[in-house]
């Protein structure tokens, strides 16, 4: 137990394991797997720029580090990241997220529709997978 805390205070464990130091729209894996597939985004467009430092960070990379490195060593330190309480007209990070997410899904449309289309054409049954030793 640390020097100075109260004895009847309890072990940030199973707080930390519940992902309540989370802000509540990065609770759900789910959600922090669409909020760092749009930060994605963001680094791509850094990343047109000369000499990136975000050069080859992939969206995986930073969520795993992000949250379970540095959110939770902050955590179990004792702080955690919340909304700002100024009063300024901030954008909306569920409208940032769900307008990345429609992106995701309208290009893996195209190209899904693109292979159907391309299998159709050539009468075959089967779809070609990139990489795949198999096809």
């Known amino acids: 137990m640390n020097r100075g805390v109260e004895p009847s205070l309890r072990e940030p464990g199973e707080w930390l394991r519940s992902g309540n130091h989370l802000p ?3 609770r759900d894996f789910h959600d922090q797997k669409e909020l760092f597939k749009a930060l994605q985004e963001v680094v791509e467009r850094r990343n047109e720029k000369p000499n990136s430092y975000t050069e080859g960070l992939t969206w995986i990379a930073a ?3 992000t949250v379970d490195v540095f959110l939770w ?3 179990k330190h004792g702080y955690t990241l919340q909304r700002s309480r ?3 007209r901030f954008a909306d990070i569920t ?3 769900g307008a990345s997410t429609e992106r995701w899904r309208a290009n893996a449309a195209e190209v899904l529709g693109l292979a159907f289309q391309k299998a ?3 009468g075959s ?3 070609d997978r990139p990489g795949d030793p198999n096809a």
């Open 63 to 65: 969520h795993v580090y």
């Open 120 to 122: 159709r054409k050539d």
């Open 125 to 127: 049954s089967q779809i």
């Open 24 to 26: 509540e729209f990065m």
């Open 86 to 88: 100024q009063r300024l």
């Open 73 to 75: 060593v902050l955590a």
């Open 95 to 97: 409208e940032f997220v």
